[in-house]
């Protein structure tokens, strides 16, 4: 299967700190990527749909001015979560659709994040 | 009404036998189904997807496909200890919008 790839697996930081996260499709082009984020024993929650070169569509209830998305090419889109604080402190988890498919997506590793 | 709906579980089964999961979809003219696994901390793995009606086996793995009655099921045959996950539904609509249901959980007994 394709591979999907985030940086880094895991990060502590500061409040208020900014902190970036990076999906990467590896074998394949991703016109579009997802941002989820899951707290423990949740379901996923899709937080945005990320297509290369235009704007992120950000699901009802996700701030766009705090989860800053770009993707900038068709094998990366980073996910930047600026002035973090600890409610943000979950599992963020990027997944690539294979457009020359079926269309599945295929999900990067996850990037722990805990906000002290 | 959500767009992919699961039963939550848990689902519990002895060692070697069929784990059957099911799920249930509200947008009839959908066209791609797809079965997840996430183990607990990890994110999701593609098991299989299927797009026709009727059966379609990889492995220990079938998933089925009912598009009149909007149902799609993925059966595990031979549990072990080792298929013990959260296993998502996910479908695509004809927008190309992509939904997930919220997962049953599975615990293989030894």
């Known amino acids: 299967g394709a591979v999907v790839s985030q940086h880094p697996s895991w990060v502590i930081c500061k409040s208020g700190t900014s902190v970036k996260i990076e999906c990467r499709s590896l074998?394949?082009?991703?016109?579009?990527m997802f941002w989820y984020r899951q707290f423990p024993k949740q379901s996923l929650m899709l937080m945005a749909t990320?297509?290369?070169?235009?704007?992120?569509?950000?699901e009802q209830g996700v701030e766009k001015d705090k989860f800053l998305i770009n993707h900038a090419s068709l094998t990366l889109s980073t996910l930047t979560v600026t002035s973090a604080h600890p409610e943000d402190s979950s599992f963020y988890i990027c997944?690539?659709?294979?457009?020359?498919?079926?269309?599945?997506?295929?999900f990067g590793p996850g990037t722990r994040l805990t906000v002290l | 009404q959500k767009e992919v709906e699961q039963n939550s579980g848990p689902l519990s089964v002895p060692e070697g036998a069929i784990a059957s999961l099911n799920c249930t979809y509200s947008?009839?003219?959908?066209?791609?189904f797809f079965w997840y696994r996430q183990y607990s901390g990890k994110s999701p793995e593609l098991i299989m997807f299927?797009?026709?009606?009727g059966d379609k086996e990889d492995g220990r793995f079938t998933a089925q496909l009912n598009k009149a009655s909007q149902y799609v099921s993925l059966l595990i045959r031979d549990s072990q200890p080792s298929d013990s996950a959260t296993y998502l539904c996910?479908?695509?609509?004809?927008?190309?919008?992509?939904?997930f249901g919220t997962g049953t959980s599975l615990t293989v007994i030894p």
């Open positions: 997944s690539a659709r294979d457009s020359s498919t079926m269309g599945e997506q295929f």
């Open positions: 074998d394949f082009q991703a016109t579009t």
């Open positions: 990320s297509n290369e070169g235009s704007k992120a569509t950000y």
């Open positions: 947008d009839r003219g959908s066209q791609s």
């Open positions: 299927i797009y026709s009606n």
């Open positions: 996910a479908v695509r609509t004809p927008g190309n919008q992509f939904y």
